[in-house]
């Protein structure tokens, strides 16, 4: 639930209360995370005697179910140990001008994305993700997890556990360019490690950082980024190929 709200991390003396350890934990968790949401989705298919999932379904299934374990996981630690609630913590907190105000802005940073791509003269690549979008199908669900769930867990990762601990640590700036180079990184392999469409997607979260910083909210972020995905989705559907990355 939003709150209407927005107390930023600077009004609120110990925010935010989680440690580095509690960082490194998290992201440790991803890996477990994943082997036990494949280790589900393996026994539902066995269970219901699916021979095999279309591979659309079957790999955002797998992030779903991996998402949900990671973030029960984080809510559990503040929970536990924090007596916290895990949105509020997160700083899922803006007025709905503010969240359509950020939201708005998603199609024009992905055009000045676009832009600094052909600057760059980025090389097209075609991701592991654009080989599910063959099918009007697949395309479809690939859309709405890329403008929904996607942007949700990293905006709640990057923006809203990782950049205020960075920011009390070492100022807004690092706050925001460290967890942006951190976002980046994991598309390295799927960029062919391609540093024009690192560069691109570090920039974005360069932008989504400072929403956050700015916005002093998470859900903000969240609905910058998921424009800002759902422009490329939509391009691709319309003409075929997208700007890079």
Same mark, same amino acid.
């Given at each position: ?11 609120? =003396? ?6 580095? $350890? ?26 219901? &005697? ?43 907190? #803006? ?10 802005? &998603?199609? !024009?940073?992905?055009? !000045? ?12 690549? =075609? ?22 769930? *996607?942007? $949700? ?10 950049? +205020? ?6 100022? +807004?700036?690092? *706050?925001?360019?460290?967890? #942006? ?41 969240? &609905?910058?980024? #998921? ?11 319309? =003409? ?6």
């Amino acid at each position: 639930m939003i709150e209407t709200s927005q107390p930023g991390p600077a009004a609120e =003396r110990g925010y935010p209360f989680w440690t580095y $350890l509690d960082v490194l934990l998290f992201f440790l968790a991803m890996l477990p995370s994943g082997v036990l949401a494949y280790g589900s989705l393996w026994a539902v298919k066995r269970i219901s &005697g699916a021979a095999a999932w279309p591979k659309a379904v079957d790999l955002l299934s797998l992030q779903f179910v991996t998402y949900l374990l990671w973030f029960l996981a984080l809510s559990a630690l503040f929970k536990l140990k924090y007596d916290r609630d895990f949105w509020q913590s997160l700083r899922w907190n #803006a007025s709905v001008d503010a969240i359509g105000t950020w939201t708005m802005l &998603g199609p !024009a940073l992905a055009f !000045a994305v676009g832009l600094a791509g052909s600057a760059l003269d980025t090389p097209k690549i =075609r991701t592991p993700m654009e080989e599910l979008l063959d099918e009007r199908t697949s395309l479809v669900l690939v859309g709405v997890f890329a403008s929904t769930l *996607g942007p $949700l867990s990293e905006e709640l990762a990057f923006r809203g556990f990782l950049q +205020p601990i960075v920011t009390r640590s070492l100022g +807004p700036v690092a *706050g925001i360019v460290i967890p #942006a180079a951190l976002f980046a990184v994991p598309h390295l392999p799927q960029y062919a490690w391609s540093w024009r469409h690192i560069t691109l997607i570090g920039l974005a979260g360069v932008a989504f950082g400072w929403a956050r910083f700015r916005s002093g909210s998470t859900a903000a972020a969240t &609905g910058f980024h #998921a424009t800002y995905n759902l422009t490329f989705v939509l391009l691709y559907a319309f =003409r075929g190929d997208t700007f890079p990355p």
